[in-house]
């Protein structure tokens, strides 16, 4: 996508420094929406399998259904924004995941809350790429790692928010309810996105990034790089989506209620949020490289000590989850920033994301058909292992990322 200034100059970062910042700010809201949706899931997931009579796969496919049709249609929203303008898609994709959201309080039927996800999930493939897309230009490469950092850290704001108030809204009025409710809500916070947004359009020539018109293709510049990195984050997407979809269940088979397995989640995403954050430094000390090894390893252990952990440890190794399981996104999430140009760069997040969200949408379903036919533990350690799996890739990170 070409941006152009008023003089038909190219454009390189917000007018000023408050539009800079207003840029990130709206941003960062719409990320805490959409995110909040998505993991609102979780808790809920024992509730509809209870009413539905539905097995660990059959429930499985909900979250497919959402997070599948994000992975789909997370390219054509980045290259219709091309042609739209990212701001418009993000406003009309977050009003239609909300409503979708909404809907599926009204499902009857595991096969309609399904596709009802998957009308929700239409709507919210736009807001990952376009948001680190707007976000990414708006800041010079010094300093984009940390202003992407900080729209992640919004998505976990949104992810420990909305699902311990779904689950209590469940216990309350029943989970029907509690969708529509939720889903209402985020109306009226679309609304003051596009207040944030409307003048986020203006800019400034002397761009930190050389922005080509003459680039074609999808403006990847190192394409064995890329691979690797998108290898390595269907691998820990996979993790990541089917440990937070089966975690659920292993709780409540320890005896753990609605309200508390709510706010257990949240605790992963608390600490989560976290893990974002001081992974960060840590790379920046001990190398990026050493920094992935280490939390992908962590992330498959804690995994493996949840399945015979009681009591209070199960809160304590929440906590180390949330920070190990999410400790390597913003690395990665900077990484596609080195090795897409600029003005690519919405298709090439809507790439990578895509990737990503397709695993998160299979892999739930996959180790969950797995754990109807063996165990839930043997399901979760699998996923474990899985972890590992990543550890090849991490060398192959882009030389920004490692240093």
């Given at each position: 996508?070409?941006h152009?200034g008023?003089?038909?100059?190219?454009p390189?970062?917000?007018l000023?420094?408050f539009?800079?910042?207003?840029t990130?700010?709206a941003n960062?809201?719409?990320h805490?929406?959409?995110?909040g949706?998505v993991?609102?899931?979780?808790?809920l997931l024992?509730?509809?399998?209870a009413e539905?009579?539905?097995g660990y796969?059959?429930t499985?496919?909900?979250?497919m259904?959402?997070t599948?049709?994000?992975?789909?249609f997370?390219l054509?929203?980045?290259?219709l924004a091309e042609?739209?303008g990212?701001?418009?898609?993000?406003a009309v994709?977050?009003?239609w995941?909300?409503?979708?959201?909404?809907?599926?309080?009204?499902?009857?039927a595991?096969w309609?809350l399904?596709l009802?996800?998957?009308i929700?999930?239409i709507?919210g493939?736009?807001?990952?790429?376009l948001?680190?897309?707007?976000?990414s230009?708006a800041?010079?490469?010094?300093s984009?790692?940390?202003?992407?950092?900080?729209?992640?850290f919004?998505?976990?704001?949104g992810k420990a928010l909305?699902?311990p108030?779904?689950a209590w809204?469940?216990i309350l009025?029943?989970?029907?309810?509690a969708?529509l409710v939720?889903?209402?809500?985020?109306l009226?916070?679309?609304?003051?996105?596009v207040?944030?947004?409307?003048?986020?359009?203006?800019?400034?020539?002397?761009?930190p990034?050389p922005?080509?018109?003459?680039?074609?293709?999808?403006g990847i510049v190192d394409?064995?790089r890329?691979?690797a990195?998108?290898?390595?984050?269907?691998?820990?997407s996979?993790?990541?989506?089917?440990?937070?979809?089966l975690l659920p269940?292993?709780?409540q088979?320890?005896?753990?209620?609605?309200p508390s397995?709510?706010?257990?989640i949240?605790?992963i995403?608390?600490?989560?949020?976290?893990?974002k954050?001081?992974c960060g430094p840590?790379?920046?000390?001990?190398g990026a490289?050493?920094v992935?090894?280490?939390?992908?390893?962590a992330?498959g252990?804690?995994?493996v000590?949840f399945?015979?952990?009681?009591g209070?440890w199960?809160?304590?190794?929440?906590?180390?989850?949330?920070f190990f399981l999410?400790?390597?996104s913003?690395?990665?999430?900077?990484?596609v920033?080195d090795?897409?140009s600029a003005?690519?760069?919405?298709r090439?997040?809507?790439?990578?994301?895509?990737?990503?969200l397709?695993?998160?949408a299979?892999?739930?379903?996959?180790f969950?058909?797995?754990?109807?036919?063996s165990?839930?533990?043997?399901s979760?350690a699998l996923?474990?292992?899985t972890a590992?799996?990543t550890?090849?890739l991490a060398p192959?990170l882009?030389p920004r990322?490692?240093?």
């Amino acid at each position: 996508m070409s941006h152009r200034g008023p003089a038909g100059k190219p454009p390189s970062v917000l007018l000023n420094p408050f539009q800079t910042h207003r840029t990130l700010v709206a941003n960062s809201l719409v990320h805490a929406i959409n995110d909040g949706y998505v993991a609102a899931i979780y808790p809920l997931l024992p509730l509809i399998a209870a009413e539905f009579q539905a097995g660990y796969g059959m429930t499985s496919l909900v979250k497919m259904g959402l997070t599948g049709a994000l992975g789909l249609f997370e390219l054509p929203a980045g290259l219709l924004a091309e042609r739209l303008g990212e701001n418009l898609i993000l406003a009309v994709g977050t009003t239609w995941l909300a409503l979708g959201f909404a809907g599926m309080g009204m499902a009857i039927a595991v096969w309609q809350l399904v596709l009802l996800a998957v009308i929700a999930g239409i709507g919210g493939a736009a807001q990952h790429p376009l948001s680190a897309s707007l976000v990414s230009r708006a800041y010079p490469p010094r300093s984009r790692g940390s202003a992407i950092g900080t729209l992640n850290f919004a998505g976990d704001i949104g992810k420990a928010l909305v699902p311990p108030l779904c689950a209590w809204l469940a216990i309350l009025v029943g989970w029907r309810q509690a969708m529509l409710v939720l889903g209402m809500v985020g109306l009226p916070l679309v609304l003051a996105f596009v207040v944030l947004s409307k003048k986020n359009t203006q800019y400034q020539t002397g761009s930190p990034e050389p922005v080509s018109s003459s680039i074609s293709g999808w403006g990847i510049v190192d394409y064995r790089r890329f691979t690797a990195l998108s290898a390595l984050g269907v691998f820990d997407s996979a993790v990541r989506s089917a440990a937070l979809t089966l975690l659920p269940f292993l709780l409540q088979a320890k005896g753990l209620d609605t309200p508390s397995i709510g706010a257990l989640i949240s605790l992963i995403f608390i600490s989560g949020a976290l893990g974002k954050f001081g992974c960060g430094p840590l790379g920046d000390r001990f190398g990026a490289v050493s920094v992935v090894l280490a939390t992908e390893i962590a992330t498959g252990l804690v995994v493996v000590a949840f399945l015979p952990a009681q009591g209070y440890w199960l809160w304590v190794l929440a906590a180390a989850f949330g920070f190990f399981l999410n400790g390597t996104s913003s690395i990665l999430y900077a990484a596609v920033a080195d090795l897409v140009s600029a003005e690519r760069r919405a298709r090439g997040y809507a790439l990578y994301y895509s990737l990503g969200l397709l695993s998160s949408a299979f892999a739930p379903v996959l180790f969950g058909i797995l754990a109807d036919h063996s165990s839930l533990e043997a399901s979760l350690a699998l996923v474990a292992f899985t972890a590992v799996l990543t550890l090849p890739l991490a060398p192959l990170l882009p030389p920004r990322a490692t240093a």
